[in-house]
């Protein structure tokens, strides 16, 4: 059962044009995390949408396998919103028009990727830069679809060019329907603390819904900076990874080991059906690592996880977890 307070987020409800969205926290959009078997099992636990990985507008627009196989979703993750990058508004334009005609019900511009081979190009975060730009591409996307778009953005590109207000102006006045912030610089990357304040800021001058994102750790913490902050929703990114039970109100070391094991298991075979022409098992390693941190005490079995090559070998040694035979020292 949830805390009082907790069910009342829960149950709360904001629209993002004509969708409604229940709930008020969700999965961050993460790449090679937030993929549709994770976002799935997110959904499930309570995230409030499913929200893709970034994912690159010209390689979409050349037709690349790989690429367009990430747009794939399952009907239970509605709504989905799938997040393109890139720079250039004809390309975006077209690549927009692909994931409306993929079924999604929000298309997403990238404003935040921090890394320099994207920002220091002129995409993700790079776009803070020239806002002008970001406006001419979300009205080249406004122009191709008729679903939602969306944009996520940081701060500014570094403390001495926050922009957030500006930026805000810009992309309502290009027709954005929601924008989320993550409360830090590109300069900052993930370092330093996310300026909640700043989040608030924008929340308080927005007409559309502005959802918050930074140093989420619970839950808890969620809806506090929702009262706190007026925001309409949280996103929950490194927290959530390996730990689904945080749209639940609860995480992961709280679960009994055997709850953990067998969500382990189902998410590995998820991962192996959703993806036939990869090494299933080998993806599955980070999220396996970050499933037992806090929670097996026992470093020859995480390593042995972590290491071994056959999904039998995999899942015996998860049974063997399941059957007491790695004592849960740590906690
Ligand atoms: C591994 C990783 C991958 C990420 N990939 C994306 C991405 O594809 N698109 C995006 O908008 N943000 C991406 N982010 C940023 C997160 O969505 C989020 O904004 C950031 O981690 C701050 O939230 P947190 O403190 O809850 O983790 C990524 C973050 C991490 C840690």
Known sequence: MFPANLVETQNSMFKIDHINIEGNVALSPMA?????????????????????????????????????????????????????????????????????????DIVDLNMGCSA??????????????????????????????KIPVSAKIRLGWDQNSKNYLETLKILEGSGVSMISVHGRTKKQAYTGTADWNAIGEIKSRASVPILGNGDVESYEDADNKIKEYGVDGVLIGRAAIGNPWVFRGSHRSRTHVDDVVDLVLMHLDEMLAFYPEQNGLKLFRKHAAKYMKHFFGAKEARMKLLTCESV??????????????WPDSEN
Request: aromatic share 6%.
């Open 32 to 104: 090679a995390i937030s993929d549709s078997p994770y976002r799935k099992i997110c959904r499930r636990y309570g995230s409030m949408f499913s929200f893709s990985e970034f994912i690159s507008a010209d390689a979409l627009v050349h037709g690349n396998k790989t690429t367009r196989d990430m747009l794939r979703y399952e009907v239970e993750e509605r709504p989905v919103i799938i997040q393109i990058f890139g720079k250039n508004p004809d390309i975006i334009q077209e690549a927009a028009l692909i994931v409306e005609q993929s079924g999604a």
């Open 312 to 325: 039998e070998e995999f899942k015996d040694i998860c049974l063997a977890l399941k059957e007491g035979c």
């Open 116 to 145: 320099d081979r994207v920002a220091g190009g002129g995409a993700g975060a790079g776009l803070l830069k020239d806002i002008s730009l970001a406006g001419r591409i979300i009205e080249a996307m406004k122009k191709a679809v």
